[in-house]
């Protein structure tokens, strides 16, 4: 399963740095560090269609459903198609 967000498309990204320490000493890198979104795996009931979907989506992405509706938030993510 890939590590994307079904709603946000948000993937992982590779954030590496230094520490402040490190900064002031000398030339030591801290080393690449792979981020990934916060994914939660729901399980949404979809009153307009009559029909349950699981998905597998970012805390982000579940705030827009709030606040958009979930309906319009995944037909617009294209995940369902209108009847």
């Known amino acids: 399963m890939k590590k994307v967000c079904a709603i946000t498309k948000k993937g992982s990204i590779v954030g590496g ?32 269609l009559g029909k349950t979907i699981n998905l597998e989506v970012s805390a982000r992405g579940m705030r827009t459903m709030k606040k958009r509706g979930a309906y319009s938030t995944l037909l617009k993510a294209g995940l369902i198609q209108t009847k």
């Open 17 to 48: 740095g230094y520490s402040n320490r490190t900064r002031a000493t000398k030339f030591n890198p801290t080393g690449k560090v792979r981020k990934y979104p916060n994914l939660q795996k729901k399980r949404l009931f979809i009153p307009e």
